[in-house]
């Protein structure tokens, strides 16, 4: 109440002073209309403001001031149309009545996808003397907007969206999708009567089946759930809440880890992540050790920016503005990292495009370093806001939402084959199942996949009670995979995304054999070149794998085999595979491994694993094994 009269108060000379004023009408009932208006917009009363500035020039359509104001307000409230016709009849009747019309109705227009008009109107507006330096940054900003969006109605990109369908869809928004590397699984967000939860839906012989409620762990009646991200095998889901007793800030990023067909209760990710800004619209790497996320937190900029965070033995580490390169003094939002790691998607009002949020794409060099992004393209991007994009792991499909098509209500989930110029690098995937080779019962074990050029660890968990994992592969590399859990051999596997494999995905079965005389391993990440038993440096990573085993199992004695293929002169490729098993032998030794527990053989080719009749069978009988002598 006090308030109210300090306002009545303040405001009353101001409308004592407003009826002497001179307007560019006489209509008492206007001039009364127009000044109802204004006492709404001081307490942001909008709509009501709209209605009485209509009255005000339905009474006189040549009453500039409430024409100006007008177009104003429906500007604020985003309707944009309306602002246009009401910008356009201020200048028709008087064309230098107020100069910052020209910047309004410029905006106007590109709100609207009338860029020719927008420009016309900019530049004119940017010919008038004293204009400051901060308007007039904004102003070449809006004016690089309409050459980019001109030139890009001109050279259009293939672009067919793909309504998923009622099984996805229904009279409700669905948005922000996303799907599991072998996209088996679909998450999304749906909202009902304003509350945002989570779907999920399965891909079964090729078609998603009908949405179903994600979980009631994660799900709540009283806050809303929304803007997520999984990794990769579909274990992780970071996802963002806001206003929760839980937060640190007005939203803030949390966690969840799947629990056999549920999952465990979310939990914060606390600092230095979350902070008491806003923080939300996570996106996980490929490997779970990245999260870029969307933030307005202090050192960024402008408004809203993209920042990474990266996960080490001692948590999160502080977070890093991603530069430049991605951000700008505007706003960059709803970011999507590929699980290639080297392409990232991201919308943006600050790098010229279509007007609003446009969808970028940045692509980042052999120094590490975030590239200069490039719009996708019209009518990917439009002048409405476009973001929320992500893709499969194939990087040949597109998920986003829309309203703006005929769908089955409010914001429908659409697919859409990607251009080949804004696709990632190609990324294949390795899915399997660990389990006891005797009991064939899922196993808890570690699981780590290998860069063997540059000796990375590209991913590592620790399974589930399931015993299932899935790893996305960045083709044209060589990849180790080990296998190990106490008590049991570990298991080696080696995947080469070169050449004709390029896209070759791996499905394989897993039996972890425990440690018991007799047992073998092929060590399928050891190299020689041809002919020859000097060991590659690209065999170090399996080595020291050995190695690990050997020093945790201090009892066991085991036998380092060679073989060969049964190709060439026998007596040779016997003593080729002698020197081989040798030469491992001695490397074991030189790396304080005892003599006594290492014995080496070579076999020739009287032992193959497979016929010796394909270049993929002999390939195979070309290895090296160890087996348990005693333990």
């Known amino acids: 109440m006090k308030r109210l009269l300090i306002v009545l108060i303040l405001y009353l000379p101001l409308a004592l002073q407003a009826q002497d004023r001179q307007y560019t009408t006489t209509n008492k009932d206007a001039i009364r209309q127009y000044q109802n208006a204004r006492q709404n917009l001081d307490y942001?009363?909008?709509?009501?403001?709209?209605?009485?500035?209509?009255?005000?020039?339905?009474?006189?359509?040549?009453?500039?001031?409430?024409?100006?104001?007008?177009?104003?307000?429906?500007?604020?409230?985003?309707?944009?149309?309306?602002?246009?016709?009401?910008?356009?009849?201020?200048?028709?009747?008087?064309?230098?009545?107020?100069?910052?019309?020209?910047?309004?109705?410029?905006?106007?227009?590109?709100?609207?996808?009338?860029?020719?008009?927008?420009?016309?109107?900019?530049?004119?507006?940017?010919?008038?003397?004293?204009?400051?330096?901060?308007?007039?940054?904004?102003?070449?900003?809006?004016?690089?907007?309409?050459?980019?969006?001109?030139?890009?109605?001109?050279?259009?990109?293939?672009?067919?969206?793909?309504?998923?369908?009622?099984?996805?869809?229904?009279?409700?928004?669905?948005?922000?999708?996303?799907?599991?590397?072998?996209?088996?699984?679909l998450i999304f967000t749906r909202k009902i009567n304003d509350n945002e939860d989570f779907y999920k839906s399965a891909k079964q012989n090729g078609k998603w089946t009908k949405a179903q409620y994600l979980s009631h762990q994660i799900n709540t009646p009283n806050y809303n759930e929304g803007a997520q991200t999984i990794t990769q095998d579909g274990e992780y889901l970071f996802f963002t809440g806001c206003d929760r007793p839980t937060g640190m800030g007005q939203c803030d990023i949390y966690v969840t880890k799947k629990a056999g067909d549920d999952w465990e209760p979310p939990y914060n990710l606390g600092a230095p992540v979350n902070s008491r800004a806003w923080e939300s619209q996570p996106s996980i790497s490929s490997d779970g050790k990245t999260l870029y996320f969307v933030s307005n937190r202090k050192g960024g900029f402008g408004g809203y920016d993209i920042w990474k965070s990266t996960l080490t033995d001692k948590g999160w580490t502080e977070p890093e503005n991603l530069g430049p390169n991605v951000n700008t003094p505007y706003d960059e939002q709803s970011p999507f990292i590929h699980p290639d790691d080297n392409t990232l998607y991201f919308s943006s009002n600050g790098w010229p495009g279509m007007g609003n949020m446009d969808i970028f794409v940045s692509r980042r060099d052999k120094g590490g370093k975030w590239q200069k992004p490039e719009n996708l393209g019209y009518p990917i991007n439009t002048y409405a806001d476009d973001s929320g994009l992500t893709l499969n792991a194939r990087g040949d499909l597109g998920y986003f939402s829309s309203n703006n098509m005929k769908g089955y209500g409010g914001y429908d989930i659409y697919s859409f084959e990607m251009p080949f110029a804004m696709r990632p690098k190609v990324v294949s995937f390795v899915k399997g199942d660990v389990k006891d080779a005797k009991t064939r019962q899922p196993i808890m074990a570690i699981v780590e996949i290998i860069d063997l050029e540059t000796n990375k660890t590209v991913y590592q968990n620790t399974l589930g009670d399931n015993g299932h994992f899935l790893a996305t592969l960045t083709t044209g590399k060589k990849y180790a995979l080990n296998i190990s859990k106490g008590g049991y051999m570990f298991y080696s596997e080696n995947f080469s995304l070169t050449g004709k494999d390029e896209k070759k995905q791996f499905q394989i079965d897993v039996p972890l054999q425990t440690i018991e005389a007799g047992n073998k391993v092929v060590l399928k990440n050891i190299f020689f070149d041809t002919n020859k038993s000097d060991i590659r440096d690209e065999s170090k990573v399996e080595l020291q794998k050995l190695i690990l085993f050997l020093n945790d199992n201090p009892k066991v004695v085991i036998e380092i085999s060679g073989h060969t293929d049964d190709v060439g002169n026998d007596a040779l490729n016997q003593v080729l595979s002698q020197n081989r098993a040798k030469a491992v032998y001695q490397y074991l030794i030189a790396q304080h491994i005892a003599a006594s527990r290492l014995v080496y053989k070579g076999y020739g080719k009287t032992q193959p694993i497979a016929p010796n009749t394909t270049d993929d069978g002999r390939q195979q009988n070309r290895r090296t094994e160890f087996k348990i002598v005693s333990n």
Do not use: W
């Open 44 to 185: 942001q009363l909008y709509f009501q403001a709209i209605a009485a500035l209509k009255k005000a020039v339905e009474y006189d359509p040549k009453f500039l001031e409430a024409q100006n104001q007008l177009a104003d307000v429906l500007r604020i409230t985003k309707q944009h149309k309306e602002a246009v016709v009401h910008y356009l009849a201020v200048i028709a009747v008087n064309p230098e009545f107020n100069r910052g019309i020209y910047s309004n109705l410029g905006s106007e227009e590109i709100n609207i996808g009338d860029y020719t008009n927008a420009q016309t109107h900019l530049l004119k507006y940017e010919n008038y003397e004293g204009i400051s330096q901060e308007r007039k940054r904004y102003v070449d900003h809006l004016l690089s907007n309409c050459a980019f969006a001109l030139d890009a109605l001109q050279h259009p990109v293939n672009f067919k969206p793909y309504n998923m369908g009622p099984e996805i869809n229904s009279p409700d928004d669905e948005y922000m999708p996303v799907v599991t590397a072998d996209e088996s699984e």
